[in-house]
Structure formats: C-alpha cells, structure tokens
C-alpha cells in the first residue's frame, strides 16, 4: 500500500500543477517503499536527489504561474516553498554525509508537509488561477 494515495482532494485544477503534485507524492511513495524495502544509501540517496530536483522545478513553474497571474498571497507561497527548500536540502546534505538515516520521521515530515501544503495553501489559488484561465 502507498504511503499517500492521491484522491480527488488534492486536485488544484491546473492540470500541469496537479501533474507535478502526483509524482511528487510517487517519489515520495517511492521513498518509502526504498526504505521498507532496505534499499542502500546509493539507491535512496538517487531517489532523494531526484526528489529534491523535482521539487525545485515544480515549485518555480508554481510561482511562475502564480506570479504570472498576480495571485496576492504568492509571497506566502513563495516562503513557504523557500523553507521547505531548505530543509530538504539540509537533509539531503546531512545525507549524503552518512549524519542521516532515513528514518519514518524523515518521510512523515515530506508526508505532512506536502498534503498539508497542497491541501492548505495549494488549494487555495485553484479558483483565482481558474477564473484567470489557468486550467
Ligand atoms: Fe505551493
């Protein structure tokens, strides 16, 4: 079983938007299931780096998006994408120094904070974003 399934909630209606959410919640299933699995350090630390990667390109088509279209709380978007930025590259460092195991609470914090983050403050440009013409 994943560790997040994606359901109908989590949808931002842009469908570009939606597309990068979903396989950021697959990289981080994939994490998951690496580190159940018993995965080594190599193999994790490509999945961590991939994710950290992928989540640096879709939070600036995000903002591109929202700064686009003058969405008046891309400030708090920005911030936030800004901290999580750097606590995952703090955690990939730490990695990749072997000062890190991936633990449970390591993927409960991505897991809170993306579902929390989408379903927060993600959600919320939806309609602004759909009444501009951003589908
Ligand atoms: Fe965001």
Do not use: C
Not at 46 to 72: A, D
Not at 105 to 119: D, P, R
């Amino acid at each position: 079983m994943a560790l997040i399934d994606w359901d109908d909630s989590f949808t931002v209606n842009v469908k570009q938007l939606d597309d990068q959410h979903k396989q950021i919640i697959g990289m981080i299933n994939n994490l998951h299931a690496a580190m159940q699995a018993g995965k080594g350090r190599q193999e994790v630390g490509e999945i961590i780096n991939k994710m950290v990667e992928y989540t640096r390109l879709h939070f600036s088509s995000e903002e591109k998006v929202l700064s686009e279209n003058g969405y008046p709380a891309y400030n708090d978007q920005k911030r936030a994408h800004d901290a999580f930025t750097q606590r995952v590259l703090d955690f990939q460092q730490q990695y990749q120094q072997s000062n890190l195991v991936l633990s449970l609470q390591v993927i409960g914090f991505l897991k809170e904070w993306w579902t929390g983050h989408i379903l927060g403050e993600d959600r919320k440009y939806a309609a602004f974003l759909n009444q501009k013409g951003v589908r």
